[in-house]
C-alpha cells in the first residue's frame, strides 16, 4: 500500500507560479513511477508529467515547457513546479504512484488560476 498526500494548491492570478507537493507513505525508491495529473471540470484526467526509476523524468505534451516535475527521496516526495500559469490550467491536480502492477492516487489538490 502506498498513500499519497497532495499539497500546495490553491488561487492564483494568470502568469504566477505554483509548487505542488505529493508526499509518500514509502520510500519513492520503490515506487516504479510517480506522475502528474490533473482533472478540468467536464473533461477527462490528463497526464502531465513523470518521474520514473533512477530519476528519469518524462513529460506529456499538456506538461511540456511551463511544467517541471522532481523528486525529494529524503522526504519522500514528488513536487511539480508550474510556471506562468493560465486559467486554463485550472483543475484539481492528482498524484499517482505505480508500483509492483498497482496504482495509487492522492485525493488531488485544487489548483485555481482566475483574476
Known amino acids: 500500500q502506498v498513500q499519497l498526500v497532495e499539497s500546495g494548491g490553491g488561487l492564483v492570478q494568470p502568469g504566477e507560479s505554483l509548487r505542488l507537493s505529493c508526499a509518500a507513505s514509502t520510500s519513492i525508491r520503490s515506487i516504479d513511477a510517480m506522475r502528474w495529473y490533473r482533472q478540468a471540470p467536464g473533461k477527462q484526467r490528463e497526464l502531465l508529467a513523470s518521474?520514473?526509476?533512477?530519476?528519469?523524468?518524462d513529460y506529456a505534451d499538456s506538461g511540456k515547457g511551463r511544467f517541471t516535475i522532481s523528486r525529494d527521496t529524503a522526504t519522500n516526495t514528488v513536487n511539480l513546479q508550474m510556471n506562468s500559469l493560465k486559467p486554463e490550467d485550472t483543475a484539481v491536480y492528482y498524484c499517482?504512484?505505480?508500483?509492483?502492477?498497482?496504482?495509487?492516487w492522492g485525493q488531488g489538490t485544487q489548483v485555481t488560476v482566475s483574476s
Open positions: 518521474v520514473l526509476r533512477g530519476n528519469i523524468r
Open positions: 499517482n504512484a505505480q508500483k509492483g502492477g498497482t496504482d495509487y
